[in-house]
């Protein structure tokens, strides 16, 4: 059953809600700016979505607050959000904030905050890489609650077996409520699975180390039986080729890793941060959670949610510019888009070069200050989001904006094209707009440092929600 906004309006006018079985489908448009249901940007990096107690109901979502943040990671809040359905997020609130004179104080760094639920205990445990400003205290924090949605209260920061501890993840087994600490240690060169007390307070015994791997961002996916522990190599907040291990138990063997996307792509621009199993009453889907940092200003940061596909032993990142998921069911479909290539735009024809990513139409808009990439919108008029594919060949981790004018008004915001040193893959940076029939839509480079952009076309999908005021 379909409801249009217009159908949600009319019930909330006769004064009723719609009951949960009529949860809306969740749209993706990875990389995106993601607001709350107030409008305000979300703020939850590094994190992890998850139910209350052992599944079922509200999803929540915890992550690190970084609002106002360049290149400086500081502690400023964990906080959670709360949703029935993926579609829209309400802002639960920081469920854990700076306590002065402390290990946890706002010069701190906590990064990757987690939450499990302990059944032992009937409370929330989250566990977090806990640091200083320069990474020498390499240990874990730990903090319960009662409740999912906080306060939690600290118990202490300290490395688990005395050994350093950095980028790491907490996982639970949802089978044998047995729970693992995977974290990076011996500086940075081992990753090591660790598995929890009875509590999850504490780690009791180590279970396997992979030796000079150099990998962070762990996460894990149990599918059939079997474990995919998801890991990135270290570089910074550059992203990198995401890949995978496979074993038939968290204490291995584990076999080689494998990429989750091809190796030109990385991983779409993310590194993973959490890897979600939902038991959807048609299907079972799986469900990657990336971060898309800007180490440069940390607080555009942004989120990249795909679907993830199980074949055989194997997985893979669907790529997709925009698709939906209905959580209750577990089903998912990509979003139809109109493309409007190089060749069909309106764009100087002296800017059109070949393009060596094997774009459609065979031509890309060569963008430099001084090129614009322009088109007629013949489509529906309506709240669209424009997903730009381009590729940019510049120096690795490089951040240059892209705006947008529709009709001679420059939409407000602009697109983040970033650059991955040797790569030609056609990346995509999405802009929501507003559209109608005849629109001229003009893409212009903000700030050209040398090296022009190729953008190979333009992704035009379907909004359900309006873009925000001033689009
Ligand atoms: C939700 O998505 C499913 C699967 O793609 C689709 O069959 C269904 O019609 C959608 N429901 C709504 C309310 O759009
Ligand atoms: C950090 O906390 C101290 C109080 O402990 C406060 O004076 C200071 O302004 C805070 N700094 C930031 C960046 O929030
Ligand atoms: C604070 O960090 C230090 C290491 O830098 C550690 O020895 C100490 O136990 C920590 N204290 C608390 C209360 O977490
Ligand atoms: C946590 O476990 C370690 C290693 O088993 C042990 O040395 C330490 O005392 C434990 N800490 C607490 C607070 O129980
Ligand atoms: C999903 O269902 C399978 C099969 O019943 C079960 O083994 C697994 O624990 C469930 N996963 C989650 C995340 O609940
Ligand atoms: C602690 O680190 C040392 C050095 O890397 C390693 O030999 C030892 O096995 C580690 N301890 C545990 C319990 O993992
Ligand atoms: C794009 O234009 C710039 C500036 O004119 C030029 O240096 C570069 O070679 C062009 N790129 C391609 C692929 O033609
Ligand atoms: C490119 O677009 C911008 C914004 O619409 C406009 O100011 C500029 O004049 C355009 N440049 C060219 C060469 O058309
Ligand atoms: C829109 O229609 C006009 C007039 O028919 C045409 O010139 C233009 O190429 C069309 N735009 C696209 C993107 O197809
Ligand atoms: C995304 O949010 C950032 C931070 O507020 C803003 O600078 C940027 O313009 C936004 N991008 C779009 C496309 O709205």
Same mark, same amino acid.
């Given at each position: $059953?379909?409801?249009?906004?217009?159908?949600?309006?009319?019930?909330?006018?006769?004064?009723?809600?719609?009951?949960?079985?009529?949860?809306?489908?969740?749209?993706?448009?990875? %990389?995106?700016? $993601?607001?709350?249901?107030?409008?305000?940007?979300?703020?939850?990096?590094?994190?992890?979505?998850?139910?209350?107690?052992?599944?079922?109901?509200?999803?929540?979502?915890?992550?690190?607050?970084?609002?106002?943040?360049?290149?400086?990671?500081?502690?400023?809040?964990?906080?959670?959000?709360?949703?029935?359905?993926?579609? #829209?997020?309400?802002?639960?609130?920081?469920?854990?904030?700076?306590?002065?004179?402390?290990?946890?104080?706002?010069?701190?760094?906590?990064?990757?905050?987690?939450?499990?639920?302990?059944?032992?205990?009937?409370?929330?445990?989250?566990?977090?890489?806990?640091?200083?400003?320069?990474?020498?205290?390499?240990?874990?924090?730990?903090?319960?609650?009662?409740?999912?949605?906080?306060?939690?209260?600290?118990?202490?920061?300290?490395?688990?077996?005395?050994?350093?501890?950095?980028?790491?993840?907490?996982?639970?087994?949802?089978?044998?409520?047995?729970?693992?600490?995977?974290?990076?240690?011996?500086?940075? +060169?081992?990753?090591?699975?660790?598995?929890?007390?009875?509590?999850?307070?504490?780690?009791?015994?180590? %279970?396997? #180390?992979?030796?000079?791997?150099?990998?962070?961002?762990?996460?894990?996916?149990?599918?059939?039986?079997?474990?995919?522990?998801?890991?990135?190599?270290?570089?910074?907040?550059?992203?990198?080729?995401?890949?995978?291990?496979?074993?038939?138990? $968290?204490?291995?063997?584990?076999?080689?890793?494998?990429?989750?996307?091809?190796?030109?792509?990385? #991983?779409?621009?993310?590194?993973?941060?959490?890897?979600?199993?939902?038991?959807?009453?048609?299907?079972?889907?799986?469900?990657?959670?990336?971060?898309?940092?800007?180490?440069?200003?940390?607080?555009?940061?942004?989120?990249?949610?795909?679907?993830?596909?199980?074949?055989?032993?194997?997985?893979?990142?669907?790529?997709?510019?925009?698709?939906?998921?209905? +959580?209750?069911?577990?089903?998912?479909?990509?979003?139809?888009?109109?493309?409007?290539?190089?060749?069909?735009?309106?764009?100087?024809?002296?800017?059109?070069?070949?393009?060596?990513?094997?774009?459609?139409?065979?031509?890309?808009?060569?963008?430099?200050?001084?090129?614009?990439?322009?088109?007629?919108?013949?489509?529906?008029?309506?709240?669209?989001?424009?997903?730009?594919?381009?590729?940019?060949?510049?120096?690795?981790?490089?951040?240059?904006?892209?705006?947008?004018?529709?009709?001679?008004?420059?939409?407000?915001?602009?697109?983040?094209?970033?650059?991955? %040193?040797?790569?030609?893959?056609?990346?995509?940076?999405?802009?929501?707009?507003?559209?109608?029939?005849?629109?001229?839509?003009?893409?212009?480079?903000?700030?050209?440092?040398?090296?022009?952009?190729?953008?190979?076309?333009?992704?035009?999908?379907?909004?359900?929600?309006?873009?925000?005021?001033?689009?």
């Amino acid at each position: $059953m379909r409801f249009t906004s217009t159908a949600l309006g009319v019930f909330s006018l006769l004064g009723f809600s719609l009951p949960s079985v009529y949860a809306a489908n969740a749209t993706f448009f990875p %990389l995106m700016n $993601m607001t709350d249901s107030a409008g305000d940007l979300i703020q939850a990096h590094g994190g992890c979505i998850i139910q209350a107690g052992n599944g079922g109901g509200d999803w929540y979502w915890f992550g690190t607050d970084r609002t106002g943040q360049a290149a400086d990671a500081h502690f400023e809040a964990v906080n959670c959000y709360k949703s029935a359905d993926f579609s #829209t997020w309400d802002f639960v609130g920081p469920v854990l904030t700076p306590i002065p004179n402390t290990n946890i104080s706002n010069s701190s760094v906590l990064q990757r905050p987690k939450v499990l639920y302990n059944d032992k205990n009937s409370e929330y445990v989250m566990w977090w890489h806990a640091d200083n400003a320069d990474y020498s205290e390499a240990a874990v924090g730990v903090a319960t609650s009662k409740t999912i949605d906080g306060k939690y209260e600290w118990k202490g920061n300290f490395q688990p077996f005395g050994n350093q501890s950095r980028d790491m993840t907490v996982w639970k087994d949802p089978d044998t409520q047995v729970a693992y600490l995977i974290y990076a240690t011996n500086n940075n +060169a081992d990753l090591s699975i660790a598995r929890l007390t009875d509590d999850y307070l504490n780690v009791s015994k180590t %279970l396997y #180390t992979f030796h000079g791997v150099y990998e962070e961002a762990p996460g894990v996916f149990k599918i059939d039986g079997k474990f995919y522990l998801v890991e990135s190599p270290q570089n910074g907040w550059t992203p990198t080729n995401n890949a995978y291990y496979v074993a038939s138990s $968290m204490s291995g063997p584990w076999s080689k890793s494998t990429l989750l996307a091809p190796d030109t792509a990385y #991983t779409y621009l993310t590194q993973n941060t959490y890897d979600i199993v939902i038991n959807g009453t048609s299907q079972q889907f799986y469900l990657y959670l990336g971060d898309h940092w800007n180490g440069n200003q940390l607080a555009t940061s942004s989120y990249a949610f795909y679907p993830v596909i199980h074949k055989g032993n194997s997985l893979s990142i669907h790529y997709t510019g925009g698709w939906t998921l209905d +959580a209750a069911t577990g089903v998912w479909t990509d979003l139809p888009y109109e493309l409007i290539t190089a060749k069909m735009s309106t764009t100087s024809r002296k800017t059109l070069v070949a393009c060596g990513d094997g774009c459609a139409g065979g031509k890309a808009a060569n963008m430099t200050s001084s090129t614009n990439f322009s088109f007629t919108w013949n489509g529906s008029a309506g709240a669209k989001v424009l997903q730009i594919v381009y590729t940019y060949p510049g120096p690795n981790n490089d951040f240059q904006q892209i705006g947008v004018t529709v009709d001679g008004k420059a939409a407000p915001g602009n697109a983040l094209m970033e650059s991955t %040193l040797g790569t030609s893959f056609g990346q995509m940076a999405p802009f929501p707009v507003t559209l109608k029939k005849g629109s001229k839509v003009v893409l212009n480079l903000l700030d050209y440092d040398g090296t022009a952009f190729l953008v190979d076309a333009v992704r035009v999908y379907d909004s359900p929600t309006a873009a925000p005021p001033g689009y």
